[in-house]
C-alpha cells in the first residue's frame, strides 16, 4: 500500500492548483427544507477534461424518474399547484409510540455504535416475528440494514459478481439493475404477459435461464405494479429457483399492504419450507410502520450468508442509526400494537385503492392498468395516450405541465408503455388529479 503524507487538503485539477474552487454559494428555493445559503461549488471558467472514473460506477445511470421529478419542483418553484403522485413513501406519520421508543432511548443514552449488523435484541425480536411465520429463523441470520434498500445491495454484491446472470422480476423496482450491475453481474429481465399482471411462470424464468444464472429478485407486492403472487405462484417459482441452484431473493416490504382482507401477502415463510433453496429475505419497517426516513430494514438469509453480509456492512456503513434500531425494536416487540397500526393504515390504502381503480375506470376507460392487489401504486397504460415517438416520460411531462399531476414514467421501472401513481395520499387529492388528467388527456 502507498502511503501519502498528511498535509491540508487542497482541489487540485490536472496540473494546476483552482484557487477557491470550493468558494461559491447556494441558495434555497422557496419551500425548500434548506435553511439558507450552504457553499457550493461554483462552474469553472473553463471546461475541465472530462473526468474519468472506476469500472464499478461505469455503467451506473442516474435514476431516471430525477427529470420529471426536477421538473414538479421547478414549477412548484414558480407557484403552480402541483399534486404529486410521484412518491413511493406513505403519507402517514410514524406511529408516536415508536417515535417515543426513539427518543427515550436517546435521551437515556443510546446515542453510541451497536454492533455492525444490529442490535442483538432487534435482531431476535425480528427473528421472532419470522419464527411466528414458520421460519427456523435464529437471532444471528437477520442482519439490521439502513432501509431495504441496503439489505438488497448487500445481498447483491455477496452473492453476484463478474459473470454472473441474475434475473429481474419485470417490471422492476428501480434500484435492482443498478444492484446487479454495481455487483458487476448482469441483470437480465424477465416478464410476464401484462393480461397475468405479469406474474412469472417457472416457464418464463426457464426459457431466460443460462448456465450463468446465480440469481433472481422479485417483489410481491409489487412496487410498481401492486400484482401479489398467490402463494402456489410464488411456490412454483421458488421450486424452479431450488431446482436450478438459483439464488431467490425476495423482496417482502410492502406485505402487510394486502388487500385481499385476508392479511400479509403471501412471502416466502408462507411456502412448504422444502419449496425454498438458497433464498435472502428482504423487509423492514419503511412501508408498513411509515418509516422511511429512519432507514431500518433486515434481511433474513441462512447463517453463513448472513454473516457474510454482515461483515460487508461492517467495512461499509457498520451499523443503521441506533435511534432507529430502538423505535423498530418498539415495532417488532409490541407485535398487536404494531399490527393495529398497520390495519389502519392498510384500510386507508385499501380503500384509496378502490377510489382511484373507480375513478379511472369512469374517466379514463380507455387507460388499462393492473389491478392492485397490494402496495400503493396503480401502473396504467399510457401508449395510446402518446403522440408518434413519444414514450412514458414524454406522456408523464405533459401530464405534470397540462395538469399539474407528477407521475413516474413507465420507464424507470423497465416498460416504457406504462407510468406509476401513488395512491399514497388523500381521497380529494386522488379525486382531484384523476379529474385534471382526464380533462387534459379529453377523458372527462
Ligand atoms: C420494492 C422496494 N424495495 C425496497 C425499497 C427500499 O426500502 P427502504 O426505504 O426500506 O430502503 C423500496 C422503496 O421504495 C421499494 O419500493
Redesign the pocket.
Known sequence: MRRVPAGPVVARFPGRLIAGALRGNLVARPGGSIPGPIPCRPSLPIDPPPMTFSENVARLQPSATMAVSSLAKRLRAEGRDIIDLSA??PDFDTPSWLVDAAVEGVRAGATRYTPAAGMPELRAAIARSLVARGADAAWNDVVV????????FNACFTFFGPGDEVMIASPY?T?YPEMVTLSRAEPVFVQGPAERNFVLRPEDLEAARTGRTRGLIM?SP??PTGAVYERDELAAVARWARDNDVRLIN?E??RHIHFAGAGTAPGLLELDPEDIGPFVL?D????AFAM?GW???FSFCEGAGAKKMAAFQSHTTSNPATPSQLAALAAYGDVERSLADIAQMTEAYDRRQRLVVSLMRELLPELSFVEPGG?FYLFFRVDSACGPGEGSSDFCTRVLEEAGVALVPGSAFGDDRYARMSFATSDDLLSEAIRRMARVLGGG
Open positions: 413511493g413513501e440494514t439502513a432501509g431495504a434498500k441496503q439489505a438488497l423496482w434500484s417483489c409489487s412496487n423482496d416490504i410492502y428482504i423492514g419497517v419503511s412501508k422511511t432507514r431500518i430494514g402496495a
